[in-house]
């Protein structure tokens, strides 16, 4: 075989994974329309309940810097309907007159700063006065639905060790937090909920993540500065059967509201996927070879690029297509139009605010600010990108808020 020759079987193997990619989601769509007509059922409300008890769940709240955002959460859990539970909050690098302890919450102040998410839960697990049956990890500015802990309960009973909550966006008034709260709707739809129906593990994310605390043990990170949720997923979904999604236990996160802000968290997400990327590769590759389709699936979608890199591609591939084969380029023009159709059908079955819809047109803004961040990936290496939080809001004022829209 010459190298011309091996150029081009490997030019046709990355489209083929890259149109892969680009019909996930229409996959997605085409399977929830086909359940809607077959009026199947919930995976979670057919399985039946395998222990009698109620579990114990720890959270871990880490917070560094500020402890505004502390009072709202805590007053979220506080609402919960289910009470076996209690809370640590790491308050890192934090005012330690601000005293949050009370029955059910017991406040810790590093005497060394940790600058880490990674650091903040293993100190809290070191201070932990008994071991719980599960932990759940927060970030301070999260606020929780009262019955978040009871539906990961419920989850839990029938014998799922490792459940990730739904996000739900805080606020929406700006058109960046309308375009970060798009990429939530889109996401937990294609890779958390459709997953979780079709009897796969759903991807896990850095907060409202629950997971048997026995399982946590023995896990290992390359380094403090980012990444906890990427380490984590792959560790998990060695360890059990299927990482579930529990819709119903909704987790209201803020959404960022500028373009510098977007910037620097996409900076850190795409220095940490990059990151982990060759664990993901491995997990892969032990996956086809224990022939556990699950794990393929679940690794192949891991190793994927981000979506802006994938839509740069398929747009080469088309426009590269024109001068090798038109029926070639046509079909990626198909493909691409399936994914934007996809795209818009999601975020409008997930959301009726018309206000996204008018949100679409910034997208391009919004992809510009993420090629920005992936060129600045290096200072995620070296430094910890903390996110600045700004919306200091109650679960109360969101509830009453949804039940005012109605």
Same mark, same amino acid.
């Given at each position: 075989?010459? !190298?011309?020759?091996?150029?081009?079987?490997?030019?046709? +193997?990355?489209?083929?994974?890259? /149109?892969?990619?680009?019909? %996930? =989601?229409?996959?997605?769509?085409?399977?929830? &329309?086909?359940?809607?007509? +077959?009026?199947?059922?919930?995976?979670?409300?057919?399985? =039946? %309940?395998?222990? &009698?008890?109620?579990?114990?769940?720890?959270?871990?709240?880490? /917070?560094? $810097? $500020?402890? /505004?955002?502390?009072? =709202? !959460?805590?007053?979220?859990?506080?609402?919960?309907?289910?009470?076996?539970? +209690?809370?640590?909050? %790491?308050?890192?690098?934090?005012? =330690?007159?601000?005293?949050?302890?009370? &029955?059910?919450?017991?406040?810790?102040?590093?005497?060394?700063?940790?600058?880490?998410?990674i650091r903040s839960i293993e100190y809290a697990m070191a201070a932990f006065r008994s071991i719980p049956d599960a932990v759940i990890i927060l970030d301070a500015d999260n606020l929780i639905h009262p019955g978040f802990l009871s539906e990961m309960n419920t989850f839990f009973k029938k014998g799922y060790q490792v459940v990730q909550a739904n996000f739900k966006a805080k606020n929406t008034d700006t058109p960046f937090a309308r375009m970060d709260s798009m990429g939530d709707l889109f996401n937990f739809f294609v890779e958390r909920e459709m997953r979780m129906e079709a009897g796969l593990s759903s991807a896990i994310w850095g907060a409202g993540i629950a997971f048997d605390y026995k399982l946590y043990q023995g896990i290992r990170y390359k380094d403090y500065l980012g990444g906890f949720d990427k380490k984590l997923q792959v560790h998990l979904a060695s360890q059990v059967k299927q990482i579930a999604f529990a819709k119903d236990a909704v987790l209201y996160d803020e959404k960022i509201s500028d373009g510098k802000a977007l910037e620097k968290q996409r900076t850190r997400w795409i220095s940490s996927q990059f990151k982990y990327q060759m664990e993901n590769v491995r997990f892969l590759l032990k996956a086809l070879k224990e022939l556990n389709m699950n794990r393929v699936y679940f690794g192949f979608i891991n190793i994927r690029p981000p979506l802006f890199i994938l839509l740069a591609l398929a747009l080469v591939f088309m426009t590269a297509n024109i001068f090798l084969s038109v029926y070639t380029s046509i079909a990626w023009a198909l493909l691409l139009f399936l994914f934007l159709f996809s795209f818009i059908s999601i975020i409008r079955i997930q959301s009726k605010d018309n206000r996204y819809l008018k949100t679409l047109l910034n997208i391009p803004q919004f992809i510009f600010r993420q090629v920005v961040a992936a060129v600045k990936i290096k200072k995620a290496s070296k430094s910890f990108l903390k996110t600045t939080h700004t919306q200091v809001i109650y679960i109360s004022d969101i509830l009453e808020k949804k039940t005012t829209s109605r």
């Open positions: 075989m010459t !190298l011309v020759q091996l150029l081009k079987i490997l030019f046709i +193997l990355l489209q083929l994974i890259v /149109a892969v990619y680009l019909l %996930v =989601p229409f996959t997605a769509l085409l399977f929830r &329309g086909i359940r809607q007509l +077959l009026r199947a059922r919930n995976k979670i409300d057919k399985k =039946p %309940v395998l222990y &009698g008890k109620d579990f114990t769940f720890y959270f871990i709240v880490t /917070a560094h $810097e $500020e402890t /505004a955002f502390i009072p =709202p !959460l805590l007053d979220s859990i506080r609402r919960q309907t289910y009470g076996n539970q +209690l809370t640590y909050i %790491v308050a890192d690098c934090c005012d =330690p007159s601000a005293n949050f302890d009370d &029955g059910k919450t017991i406040t810790l102040y590093p005497a060394t700063p940790l600058n880490s998410k």
